[in-house]
């Protein structure tokens, strides 16, 4: 049957579900590991993501979350929208995760340094006992970041639902970064950006940007979300772009875990909470991802639709904006920045935009082709476009097809990386396409991180990771 589990399936998937929740319960013994309980939910995100999007595909399409496979010789419309599953099961586990990295606190605070025969006196009894002593900020964080992300997925649905325009739309995850800002402000609130050695004599070591911050920070939420969304249109682009994205992360994170700090570095490293916070973060992301690529690679049983788009961009705004590392982050999405720059002239309509970019299939072929925009009466293109589109043709970043008689751009191929990857390699089949360029999302990371940690130190005097 279409939605459900083959036997193999179901005891792979138990057997995990079975060792995760052994680990998790031993987390107790002791000082409760959080670290080790995300791993475990991440597993627990992995099982149920995957069994959940199963099951709930038939469902789906029942209630018109479908579409049709655009790149396949046969148009079958499959379940859209299966990331609001992926979402739905992050955040739950997200919630009950919340008592592991606050056990510790939890007990310190409710029974005197740990010790439960600790005799209360009423009057703390009354006040709720000590609550000076439990991290308010650092839960206030974490639930600033749930709530953040379900105001972004509830965005997702809602345009996988009814198609919401681009101008309307925009302004949302900036509405939605609106508690993770504020949790910033009142805990973190440094608006200061270290000065390039190079620049310090024109400008001094630190810069105030100010309220300016807080529009960058606005700015990077909205981008993130947006810009995975329109680095789409193949199987499995969405989820292995994200993936990269949030291996690389958490990568960057355990550098700084995983080590013993430096001689001459307090121990333990002063980011540690801010890169713990963000592998909790990651992990579950990691798992309930993988169990949606396992659906979503190609040839894809279901699409990952908007919603997944938006939360996964609005998980890497979250982490990079409360770890405290959006530039190290904005390194990771250079590929998607890419793209953004060279959507632009199409997103602004100053070339002709059709609703759907991704790429051409040939039917005689089997292959990915780069698909194009056609400019006529309705269409028109303004000649010094056109000048600029033949001059880009020559350095082979676009391909143009201009009228013999006139000489004019009749059509030109659509401006994302996936067009392009297909104009520099030739047609190819979907799933090469998606390896070449995840392959590309991995490279430009690693080099991304090599530049932070190395690079960096040629005009800073020097990197915090030590
Ligand atoms: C964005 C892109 C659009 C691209 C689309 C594909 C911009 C401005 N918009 O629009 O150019 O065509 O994503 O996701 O760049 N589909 C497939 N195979 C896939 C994934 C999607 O055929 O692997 C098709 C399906 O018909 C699916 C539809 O794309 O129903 C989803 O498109 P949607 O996410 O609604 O498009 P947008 O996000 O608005
Ligand atoms: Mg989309």
Redesign the pocket.
Known sequence: MAGSLSRREQFMLLSLLAACLAVLANTFDGDGEPLVASLAFSGIAFASCYALVRWLGDAFMRAGF???????PKLVEIP?TMGAVCATVYLFILIVFIPFPFYKDIVAATSGGGNRDFILHVQEVETGRFLHRFPHSKLASYLSAILSLQTVVLLGIG??LF?IR?RHKILIPAFAAIPILSVYFVDFGVTKIVIPTPLRPYFGELFDLGWLYYAYMAAISIFCPNSI??????????VSQSLIIAMLLAFNDLLYLLPPPPAGFPSPHPATDSHLFSLYLLLPFIGASLALLAH?WFP?RV????TY?YFAGMVFAVVGILGHFSKTLLLLLVPQIANFVY?AP??FHLVP??????PRFNRATGLLEPSTAVFDERNPLRPVVGAVLKLLHRVRLVRVTTDPASGRVVECT?L?LLNLWLVWWGPMR?DRLCLGLSALQLACGLFGLFVRHKLALLVFTQDNWG
Do not use: Y
């Open positions: 479908k579409g049709k496979d655009m790149s396949k859209e345009d996988d198609d681009w969304n329109i680095l789409a249109g193949i199987n499995g682009i969405e979503n894809a699409f990952v639709g908007d788009c959507s199409q997103l935009c059709p609703r759907h970019r991704l659509n994302t979907e």
